[in-house]
């Protein structure tokens, strides 16, 4: 049978007890019961407040390093993405990156690192875990600390470009 809070003064305390029988539990059970089950919804509660769900949306200073196993070129890039996170977690925006390849050391500016905006997209959240897409690159990396501001992670880029394929792997990073 389950009875009505009770409010009642001990030492010039209120005290609210809820039980299931009274007659049977003794008083301090029942408070021990409703300490544990109070001490759980706080927790839970501020479980999101502690470490909440990570928000892709601003402008982030992005950079990588990558290589061509097949053509030994290298690649190293400095950009921006301004990205803009979905009611539903996923994100995308858009990005711009230079910098500078090369091949048997001579330079040369490839698709990577052109200068001309792209299209980031297909972004998504899992935990820690972030993975997005652009036309020529597929992105998979974590945050590294619990601030959520710094992601690092793995890069992999295919393209055709004046008749050769290039297939860069390596490390990319990202702050804000």
Known sequence: MCHAP??????????????????????HVHRMRFSIALAALVLVG????VNPA??????????????DVATGDTHIHVGTFALVQQADGSFN??????GLCSHAGSSYQGPLTDGQPFAVFDGRVRGDSVELSTPLC?????????????MVGAASCAFTWNGNDYRFLGQWQADR
Request: aromatic residues 6%; proline residues 3%; positive net charge.
């Open 6 to 27: 009770r409010v009642g003064r001990k030492r010039g305390v209120a005290v609210a007890a809820y039980s299931l029988d009274t007659t049977r539990i003794p008083a």
């Open 46 to 49: 501020c479980r999101d407040a």
């Open 54 to 67: 990570p928000t892709m949306t601003g402008q982030w200073r992005q950079s990588g390093q990558l290589a």
């Open 93 to 98: 925006g858009t990005g711009v990156q230079g």
């Open 138 to 150: 597929h992105l998979t990396g974590h945050f590294t600390d619990a601030s959520q501001s710094r």
